[in-house]
């Protein structure tokens, strides 16, 4: 088994800046693939931004410029720093690991951003 905890989420104004954390524990080898996704109140979950063991990071089109992906794997942990950020990021972000046959997903980090 794997286990995902996020941390990092908090209320921000607008233009300011979040480092979201995510440590992974358990059979981590299993983890191809890691990223982040987010959901906001009353809209599907949506891609925020991957990273592949190799360290080739993939983001969606809305935060691209502004958010930037990386891992420590001595820490097992991947960071999502999140730069002039905007009131449409706000939504709970969710910690994502993908294994050989599943899917992993942590409890999920609230993010605010006030205008």
């Known amino acids: 088994q794997v286990q995902l905890v996020e941390s990092g989420g908090g209320l921000v104004q607008a233009g300011g800046s979040l480092r979201l954390s995510c440590a992974a524990s358990?059979?981590?080898?299993?983890?191809?693939?890691m990223g982040w996704y987010r959901q906001s109140p009353g809209k599907q979950r949506e891609l925020v931004a991957t990273?592949?063991?190799?360290?080739?990071?993939n983001y969606a089109d809305s935060v691209k410029g502004r958010f930037a992906l990386s891992r420590d794997n001595a820490k097992n942990t991947v960071y999502l720093q999140m730069n002039s950020l905007k009131p449409e990021d706000t939504a709970v972000y969710y910690c994502?690991?993908?294994?050989?046959?599943?899917?992993?997903w942590g409890k999920g980090t609230l993010v605010t951003v006030s205008s």
């Open positions: 994502n690991g993908v294994g050989l046959t599943r899917d992993y």
């Open positions: 990273i592949t063991s190799g360290g080739t990071t």
């Open positions: 358990g059979a981590i080898f299993r983890l191809n693939v």
